[in-house]
């Protein structure tokens, strides 16, 4: 017998028995799936990110972070704009929709690098991309090509116009984060259909960058009472009637950025704003049904979205052991330098260890992402190559016909109906452990650089307390640490048991 | 705290927690939101010299010199009552007794009590301590052969409000360093401005400098290490029970929340998950409780190992306060991180309470070294 000759049929079967390729081994598919330019790009992001820091971010975001603290009105109106300028805003939106198109798996790099910094400040950009990611998996050609357009054309007029997901609510927090709560939450923002249009009444809580945003991507409902399968998704632009700006919340960290209270009286929302009513024709036809349909989209929106945590907060994670190898390499303790300290560096090891972990992590989400998730479109070899060789005065040129209903069809057709319970549950599955895995790596090692730093740490102007402030809110936010782990066990844990039940 | 009621101090012990409580009720707890807000607002100038007229900076002063004469067991029944609610009033009752503590070690050093007779705020007014670092672990200033004191004292906590404040300073061309009494009122000190801290904001540290003015010297020449260290293992104590109070008015927090928030159709209460964190915080606030109780047992029977058991306790329940404050904020969720409540400067305050007494990693390798040299 020689056990490495293998058939084919028999390998099939053998990697059949789980974990299986699609399930955990994304990263070594990409290898082969993605074109090869993709790495340039993600170079590219992490390049800019660093640069961006060097010239923008670490001159000013201790400072920022005081003054944020002193006066609780002042937003960084200042930063938005160099962030704008330097065209962070419009750099992974695809060329088709007049961005730059730097690959989106670039992005979650491009992400821990900002973090690893300040991602107080970060979140002004990296929310902009959640708004981004909410909007997307409309697959509204029309509303995204008018919206997506609109931002590189409002920041080079030095207004960037940002994008917001407007979804949590005072009585609903994770209720409208998780597709399989969504009918037991008690929703209070509600669509009334009217001529020409919705009218929609209610308040949302603790946006990010609520106020700093022009184009809130906002989700209700029709019926309270049966909210999923009544879900909409519209689009409200500043200015609209009915709609103002409410408080701000009194964070513990992330103060540069805001969670902003949006408020909707009577604010009536013309039929070519809604990206998503579910009660419509289409929808109400689609192939695999409406719930299916939403939770397919709100999955498509937090694999995404919950990578992105995890590269923040393997980025504070990075910041904490930054600050505290640099204060380890010049504390004397006891006539001896702290880093010498065979115990110390232990401490800074496994903080070293801490960020690469989550690093590996969160790309093995975004590779997911990737191949089965927001983006798999866009990783196609040959979609891939025509977006990034064709220059972008042609598709401004071809950019009427992503008006046409027939594209919208065609992309909902693709990311609807042709998805599988497999790549949803891979995509959401894997986002889930990139999410509680990094962020509880940032507060561990937020706590470890205080454990090394000792009385010097406590003090602000040392950096380790603000990563210490910062990252808890990553536990908490793209739903809590814990409701992510009941994802987790839903998509890949116990998904293929018939006796399990599920947020029981 | 769940001590011993059966003693001959059970009575005084349970008057100051009542003591504690009340003040917190009246004076803390209402504007704890705007009292964490400094140094970018006001300071609770009035609560603080409120707890000096009911006497809770003169527990551990002796009483002949106007103070209640008790040990650090006794400030710690208050200090973890206050903790519950706002620990900023908690660390500044600890600054003063921490300074307390060495003056009264050099006071028995000297067999004299004529330290106590160089002011008449002790008692009434809190002193100024270096609360967070021990002095290895920071820059002091020097001493010259006639007690002037010229340098920084780092991280002074109460530097800024405080009338006098117990510092370390090195005597030129001598080993080790002594404690002196200076008063800040000098012109020649200079004070920075509040230091932004992570933690119990209300309870300020300053960075002060002095440029050459006289002090009074406490105890012994050079013996200011045996000082600290006596000083340490008492106040030891006290910094446990701060941990304590922090777990225990998480845990409340958390459980109030819990029983009022509906999510998923329910009570979050009734979820499993929620649940189970619920218990691992009681079951760490109990654990904590009975800890501390135990190590003030052992401090007031001054058992053998008493100062081992503190040191333990204080950097134990330290770590333990540090989890529960964390799981106390994610209990909330978002409502958690938001100012609004008092979790996140919960989960802050327990870790600025870690730091007291000197970086605890540094108080682990000197309780490692001194188990090893006693087994030598």
Not at chain 1, 239 to 244: C, N
Not at chain 1, 464 to 488: F, G, H, P
Not at chain 2, 223 to 245: Q, T
Request: charged share 20%; aromatic share 10%; hydrophobic share 40%.
């Amino acid at each position: 017998m020689k056990p490495l000759r293998i058939g084919r049929k028999e390998k099939l079967h053998l990697l059949e028995q789980g974990p299986k390729i699609w399930e955990a081994f994304n990263g070594l598919e990409c290898q082969h799936r993605l074109a090869k330019s993709t790495h340039k790009d993600v170079k590219k992001a992490i390049a800019i990110a660093r640069k961006f820091n060097n010239e923008v971010i670490r001159p000013i975001y201790l400072e920022m972070d005081l003054k944020c603290m002193e006066d609780h009105d002042y937003l960084a109106w200042d930063f938005l704009k160099k962030a704008g300028e330097w065209g962070l805003f419009s750099l992974f939106i695809p060329k088709i929709f007049g961005g730059s198109g730097l690959n989106f798996l670039g992005m979650y790099p491009f992400i821990e690098e900002i973090a690893s910094v300040c991602s107080g400040l970060g979140h002004i950009i990296f929310v902009h991309y959640l708004g981004l990611a909410t909007l997307f998996p409309s697959f509204n050609s029309k509303i995204l090509n008018k919206v997506l357009r609109d931002v590189p054309k409002s920041e080079k007029k030095g207004e960037p116009h940002l994008l917001d997901l407007v979804i949590t609510e005072p009585d609903a927090g994770t209720d409208v984060q998780e597709p399989l709560l969504l009918d037991r939450g008690r929703i209070g923002t509600i669509a009334k259909k009217v001529d020409g249009g919705y009218v929609i009444n209610g308040r949302k809580i603790f946006i990010s960058n609520g106020h700093f945003s022009y184009w809130h991507i906002v989700m209700c409902s029709e019926d309270k009472k049966n909210p999923a399968e009544t879900f909409i998704q519209c689009v409200i632009p500043n200015g609209s009637k009915g709609f103002s700006f409410g408080t701000r919340e009194k964070k513990m960290g992330h103060l540069a950025s805001t969670a902003s209270e949006l408020l909707f009286e009577d604010c009536f929302v013309p039929n070519d704003w809604m990206s998503i009513v579910c009660q419509s024709p289409d929808m109400i036809n689609s192939k695999k049904g409406i719930r299916w349909t939403v939770h397919s989209m709100i999955d498509y929106v937090v694999s995404s979205s919950r990578a992105g945590v995890g590269a923040i907060g393997t980025g504070i994670a990075r910041g904490a052991y930054e600050a505290a190898m640099s204060y380890a390499r010049k504390k004397n303790v006891g006539g001896e330098l702290l880093v010498n300290q065979q115990w110390a560096q232990i401490i800074l090891t496994d903080m070293y260890r801490n960020v690469n972990m989550g690093r590996a992590i969160y790309m093995e989400s975004a590779y997911t992402d990737m191949l089965q998730g927001l983006f798999k479109l866009l990783a196609k070899k040959p979609i891939h190559y025509f977006l990034t060789l064709m220059p972008k005065w042609y598709f401004s040129l071809i950019s009427p016909l992503l008006s046409l209903k027939l594209v919208t069809r065609l992309f909902r057709k693709y990311y609807y109906d042709w998805y599988t319970d497999e790549e949803r549950d891979a995509s959401s599955g894997w986002a889930s452990i990139a999410k509680y895995t990094c962020t509880d790596i940032g507060v561990a090692n937020a706590n470890l650089a205080l454990d090394l730093m000792g009385a010097d740490g406590l003090r602000h102007d040392h950096g380790a307390e603000k990563c210490y402030r910062d990252v808890k809110l990553t536990q908490i936010y793209e739903s809590t640490n814990q409701v992510n782990q009941m994802n987790l066990f839903c998509c890949l844990v116990g998904n293929h048991m018939p006796e399990v039940e599920f947020f029981k | 705290m769940n001590s011993i009621n059966t003693d001959s101090l059970a009575c005084e012990r349970q008057a100051f927690a009542d003591l504690a409580k009340d003040f917190s009720a009246k004076k803390l707890a209402e504007l704890r939101e705007e009292h964490d807000r400094y140094p970018f607002g006001e300071l609770f100038t009035d609560a603080i010299r409120d707890a000096g007229i009911i006497g809770l900076y003169g527990i551990n002063l002796p009483v002949d010199y106007g103070g209640v004469g008790m040990n650090a067991a006794m400030v710690a029944v208050i200090v973890e009552k206050l903790s519950e609610v706002d620990a900023s009033m908690a660390g500044i009752v600890f600054a003063n007794a921490a300074a307390l503590e060495i003056i009264g070690e050099g006071a028995a050093a000297k067999n004299s009590g004529d330290i106590y007779t160089s002011t008449d705020r002790f008692g009434t007014a809190p002193l100024a301590f270096q609360s967070f670092a021990a002095p290895n672990e920071s820059d002091m200033p020097d001493a010259d052969a006639g007690g002037s004191l010229t340098g920084t004292a780092a991280y002074l906590t109460l530097g800024n409000i405080a009338d006098f404040a117990v510092v370390p300073a090195r005597n030129s061309g001598k080993q080790g360093f002594s404690y002196y009494l200076a008063d800040l009122k000098n012109r020649n000190v200079r004070i920075s401005k509040p230091v932004v801290s992570l933690g119990l904001h209300s309870c300020p540290s300053v960075d002060v400098t002095f440029e050459g003015i006289p002090a009074r010297l406490i105890g012994m020449q050079g013996e200011g290490d045996r000082y600290f260290n006596a000083m340490r293992d008492r106040m030891s104590i006290c910094a446990a029970a701060m941990s304590v109070g922090l777990m225990k008015g998480s845990f409340k927090e958390a459980l109030e929340y819990a029983a009022d928030r509906y999510q998923g159709g329910r009570q979050i209460i009734d979820w499993g998950q929620v649940r189970m964190m619920l218990a691992n915080m009681a079951v760490l606030a109990r654990t904590g409780e009975s800890c501390l109780a135990n190590a003030c047992r052992e401090l007031d029977d001054t058992a053998p190992g008493w100062e081992q058991t503190a040191t333990a306790a204080a950097i134990h329940l330290g770590e333990l306060a540090n989890r529960a404050t964390t799981d106390g904020v994610q209990l909330l969720g978002g409502n958690g991180y938001m100012k609004d409540y008092g979790q996140e400067q919960r989960m802050r305050d327990a870790r600025q309470v870690q730091s007291l007494l000197g970086n605890a990693l540094f108080r682990k390798m000197d309780f490692i070294g001194h188990i090893i040299g006693e087994n030598r």
